[in-house]
């Protein structure tokens, strides 16, 4: 693909939009761009200015973007082919400017959880949804819009908040531990969304991407992520399974993280067998994905 596309990050001072950021600056990626604008509320911050270390000669820059200021929004979007949102919330100030500034391609502040099918009405995934659907409605057909689907992070999702205690060697599944969860490291949630974004923006190819993709990295289930610790270190570690009525007593839709337990137990983040991962990365031909079993050897949960 020839360098004629511009792509904006907002959010790019953050965990995964820094890692965005870095896979757009890296071979094969930077040659398809003119330019690569990496949105941030603090252009002159010290996370600014680890983004500028890595252009090394990159057509990037680091451009100020407020959402509460829809000047600076419109700056910073005007000309902008794609526009990656990886800020943590759907503001709906990123579509309004996306709209007005007839940006090609929207790839929204999904990169989680695949809600839409289920649990409509958890209070971020409610905001998630008519995120999306005010970005396809006012797109009118001119915009696409493309929202990824991650499951869990590999780096964040084995700490206590979802039921791995390494403390006390205590795990916990809800509704059983066979059930299979999808993981996707930063890296490899990065890559996808670079090789989605070009993939999307070029009228050759942007028919094969659906609005609504799934990409697993790694699909493993409580009782195999146990097996595989102990095995690391030694440790015997016990699960504890909660049946899914009583998971489901008292619980709020404000409580995502528990939610997210549910959506496990009901078998909703097994992406394994339903996913786009040949269409982002073909027989494995751009990277290799990254698995729990890796994460587990080099360390990444500790018993």
Do not use: C
């Amino acid at each position: 693909m020839s360098a004629q596309h511009i792509v904006a990050v907002a959010g790019s001072t953050g965990s995964l939009g820094k890692n965005i950021a870095k896979a757009l600056l890296q071979p094969p990626y930077v040659s398809s761009f003119s330019e690569i604008r990496l949105l941030a509320r603090s252009p002159t911050s010290d996370k600014a200015k680890e983004l500028e270390s890595l252009f090394a000669g990159a057509p990037a820059r680091v451009v100020y973007f407020n959402t509460e200021d829809e000047k600076s929004v419109d700056e910073a979007l005007k000309g902008v082919d794609i526009v990656v949102n990886a800020l943590t919330h759907a503001d709906d100030s990123v579509v309004d400017g996306v709209i007005r500034n007839k940006v090609k391609v929207y790839i929204p502040s999904e990169f989680g959880v695949d809600h839409k099918a289920y649990v409509t009405d958890v209070n971020v995934w409610v905001a998630k949804k008519a995120h999306v659907q005010k970005a396809v409605e006012q797109g009118g057909g001119n915009l696409k819009v493309v929202s990824i689907y991650v499951g869990l992070f590999l780096e964040t999702g084995f700490g206590p908040w979802l039921g791995y205690d390494t403390t006390n060697n205590v795990y916990t599944a809800v509704g059983s531990s066979d059930a299979i969860i999808t993981y996707t490291s930063l890296d490899d949630i990065s890559n996808s969304v670079a090789r989605l974004a070009l993939l999307s923006a070029d009228p050759t190819t942007a028919a094969t991407v659906p609005a609504h993709v799934r990409i697993s990295g790694s699909g493993v289930s409580v009782k195999q992520v146990q097996q595989l610790v102990e095995k690391k270190s030694g440790k015997n570690i016990t699960v504890k399974v909660v049946p899914l009525d009583e998971w489901k007593q008292g619980l709020k839709t404000t409580d995502v993280l528990k939610q997210i337990l549910l959506a496990a137990g009901e078998g909703w983040l097994d992406y394994s067998k339903v996913n786009s991962n040949e269409l982002v990365n073909p027989g494995e031909s751009f990277w290799k994905w990254k698995t729990v079993q890796q994460f587990v050897e080099e360390g990444g949960i500790s018993a």
